[in-house]
Nanobody, 125 residues
Framework: QVQLEESGGGVVQAGGSLRLSCAAS????????MGWFRQAPGKEREFVAV????????DYADSVKGRFTISRDNAKNTVYLQMNSLKPEDTAAYYC??????????????????WGKGTLVTVSS
């Protein structure tokens, strides 16, 4: 099993920045793709960003392209989400996810096998 723990959420004004972190523990050698998803109140969970094991393959939801950056440090078993130019519509619970398959490019992230409990991001106008 793999455990994922997010941190870095909080309250920020519109236009501000936050950096989310997600630390993986357990059988970390079994995970390859890692990603971030979010769920706003009253809405379904949606894809935000994904990164392959080597870090070279990344993809983003159109709504965050140019504002969010996903990265990872495999030595620390950690994935990050740098969020800049935040908007009120970015307010959501953000979930870290990891998959046993790798992401090698394309428009769809691979299936995710493990999920964190989420961290709340609130952007005030």
């Amino acid at each position: 099993q793999v455990q994922l723990e997010e941190s870095g959420g909080g309250v920020v004004q519109a236009g501000g920045s936050l950096r989310l972190s997600c630390a993986a523990s357990g059988r970390t050698w079994t995970i390859y793709a890692m990603g971030w998803f979010r769920q706003a109140p009253g809405k379904e969970r949606e894809f935000v960003a994904v990164i392959g094991w080597g870090g070279g393959n990344r993809d983003y939801a159109d709504s965050v392209k140019g504002r969010f950056t996903i990265s990872r440090d495999n030595a620390k078993n950690t994935v990050y989400l740098q969020m800049n130019s935040l908007k009120p519509e970015d307010t959501a619970a953000y979930y870290c996810a990891a998959g046993r398959g790798d992401y090698k490019g394309g428009s769809s992230p691979p299936p995710m096998d493990y999920w964190g409990k989420g961290t709340l991001v609130t952007v005030s106008s």
